[in-house]
């Protein structure tokens, strides 16, 4: 991991007011690398690096950095709830019924919460999470379907 990388990653923890600790480190290069995954797939991918860590630390790094707004969890229906590191904008997500992938889509009005409800019931609404469902690409132009696993 080049140096400037993790001096940006503890400048980042110490900004939000969190220590800089090996598994938050661990976790945050890792998404770097990776975007849409599962804590399943985070911990495999620190786990060489960190092989005293376990999938709770890795839960627990995780709602950490999303309750500090460094990550942000998005929860497909169907799905384990997902990690990324793209925070801050007024982004959605695009999920495949067919192999599960998720890809970002930027908001079509482009500011927040880019929809308006009809009725708020009182309520001030800043945001709006929406799911566009389909299927991608490789599984539009497949007949086989997806292992069980990969499906959303």
Not at 58 to 65: C, D, I, N, T
């Amino acid at each position: 991991m080049p140096t400037t990388r993790v001096t940006d990653i503890a400048s980042t923890l110490r900004a939000a007011g969190l220590k800089v600790t090996a598994p938050r480190t661990a976790v945050l290069h890792a998404l770097d690398s990776m975007s849409h995954v599962t804590a399943d797939q985070i911990f495999a991918a620190v786990h060489p690096a960190l092989p005293g860590t376990s999938l709770q630390a890795v839960y627990g790094v995780l709602g950490a950095l999303t309750d500090a707004a460094i990550i942000r969890r998005i929860e497909p229906a169907g799905s384990p709830a997902r990690y990324e590191r793209r925070v801050g904008d007024n982004h959605h997500h695009l999920v495949c019924t067919g192999c599960g992938l998720v890809a970002d889509v930027d908001c079509a009005v482009g500011h927040a919460p880019c929809l308006t409800p009809s009725n708020t019931e009182g309520f001030v609404a800043t945001s709006a999470e929406i799911i566009f469902w389909g299927r991608c690409t490789s599984c539009a132009s497949s007949s086989n379907e997806p292992p069980e696993e990969n499906r959303v």
